[in-house]
Structure formats: structure tokens, C-alpha cells
């Protein structure tokens, strides 16, 4: 994936997303950039560039996943960026950390993916690249450009591939994913149903009920993040006793907090499929993961080719040689 439009592309890591930025660089078909974290003994830390960067476009991949020190990171890099005289700066955020905080939902309280927004804006980068926002309205939070790619582009290939499409049903944990299993069961012509709950407070849910009928389906339950694994366990379990084939997840940003692994392995889902915007805390024979490294490095191409983004998640899918049509 070479470019022709500049020989200063660099693309650079940040910590939390390392392995993941590495294989990006080599698909793109440039070194990963290099750089460097020296700490302080009290965990200060400072991010340096060891090679020089002026004039260049520079992208930094780094997911902003817990703790703050990833997102800090991310900020102390841009800004290093902008003052050794980079050109342009473009964040490449695969998971963008406190998107659950998109609006006041009750009084005094703060609207933090809007705060980090402006953050990473004043710190001077020129875009954002990012993957499956929890709420779409975070682009707006933006005054820069902002490529908003979707983990559809990794599972629907994956759907196609593994299932009978008219066996198949979709399912929304609850009721703000509706949009998003609406999207796949129109795509690809079938139906989906809804888990609507309630919660008592966060990450507590207080009940759940089935919206629809999938019995003798392959369900697919779709969401953004699975955090602590309560509500997709609670939604496969309700789901196979009404009767379905088979549950699965499909969930692009796998946070798995505490013993979500563990929830997941004693529960109905078959599978888990989720992608590497975070890395895994330990592997699982019930999880299998699908990189987002080449959708990332086709992204990165055709920013600097000025090319649309439009049809990595319209209409073809080119990976590794081989063509998948959504």
C-alpha cells in the first residue's frame, strides 16, 4: 500500500495499541515510525519522536481505552507532533475511550467524550480516524474531518461466509442498538429483533425481555462494546429459551471488564467475534478476534491519496486479495 503522493507519511504507535499499529505500518508498507517513553520513577511519562518529522503527515494509532495515562499519551504525542513542525497530524483512535459520556443523561455531570473532543483538537490534530462511535453524534463534536469506519466491514464477510444468510437473525441488546441490527437485517434482506432492558444503575440490569420471535433462527447479537458482559450474556440466555438454533456476539470494542471473559465462557453464546481495537486480556477458545489492521491501513492510503472512505463500508471489501461484496 505504498503512496505516491508524499514519501512523509509516518505512522507512529502509542502504547496501549502497539502490535496493532505495528501491523498496520507493514500493511500500509512503511516501517512503524520510531519512538520512545521515558518514565519517571513517580510514572510521569514522556513520549519522544526519534526521528524527524517535519514537513511529514504523521499518524499516531493509539486507542483510548483505561487508564487516562493512553489518552494523555495520545495528547502528549499530538502535541510533540505539531512542535517538531509536522505538517499534518491525523489521530487514528480505533476505540475511542468515555464515548458512553455523549450527553447529560442526568444533572452535574460532565460531558466527557465532548471534553476529549476538544482536547485532542487544541493539542492540534487535523483529523480523527476512529471505529464504531458509541453515538454517532460524537463526529459533531469535531470541527475537523473525522472518518467514522465500522465494524460491519469486518463482520459481514465473516456472516456471509459462516451462515445460511436466510437462517440467520439479528438482535439488539437494547433498545439504542436497534439502529444497528436494523442496518445488517436490511443489508442483508432479513429480520432482527430487540432485548429491551432496564437498568437499575450501571452495568446493573434489572430485567430484560425479548421484542420478536427467533426460534429455529442463528442469532447474531450486535453492539458497539461489551463491557462487563452482563447484558449479552443475559441477552443470549433469554434468546435460546425462545428457541433459537444458536446465539452469538458480535461486538467491535472488547473492554471485558473484571471477569467479563469468564461470564462469557459459562454462558449460551457459541461465540463471541470481536475485533482488536483492544487488545485481548487473555485468549479464549470462545472469543475469535478479526483484525481491523488493513481496514485501518486502507483508511490511512486514502486520507493521503484524498480518495472517499465511502465504499470500505458500501459496497466492496478488499481484503488480502480477496473481494467481499456487502
Known sequence: MGNTKTDKVFIFAGRATENLARRVADIYGIPLGNSTVFQYADGEFQPSYEETIRGGVVFIIQSTLP??????????MVDAARRASAEKIIAVIPYYGFARQDRKDKPHVPIASKLIANMLTVAGIDRVICMDLHADQIQGFFNIPVDH???????????????????????SPDMGGSKRAGMYAKTLNNSFVICYKHRNKPNEIGEMR???????KHVILLDDIIDTGSTICKAASIIMENGAKSVRAMITHPVLSGNAIEKVENSAL????TTDTIPLKRES????????????????????????????YETTIHHKGVIHRL
Do not use: Q
Not at 457459541?270 to 467475534?273: C, D, G, P
Not at 477458545?285 to 465511502?310: G, P, T
Open 67 to 76: 487508564p487516562t495515562d493512553n489518552l494523555f499519551e495520545l495528547l502528549m
Open 285 to 312: 477458545d470462545k472469543i475469535h478476534v478479526l483484525s481491523c489492521d488493513w481496514l485501518l491501513a486502507e483508511a490511512i492510503r486514502r486520507v493521503v491519496m484524498y480518495e472517499s472512505l465511502d465504499n470500505l
Open 270 to 273: 457459541e461465540e463471541l467475534v
Open 149 to 171: 469506519l465500522y465494524g460491519s466491514s469486518l463482520f459481514m464477510p465473516y456472516i456471509r461466509e459462516k451462515f445460511d444468510i436466510d437462517e440467520v437473525m439479528f438482535a
Open 210 to 216: 425479548l421484542i420478536g420471535d427467533v426460534k429455529d
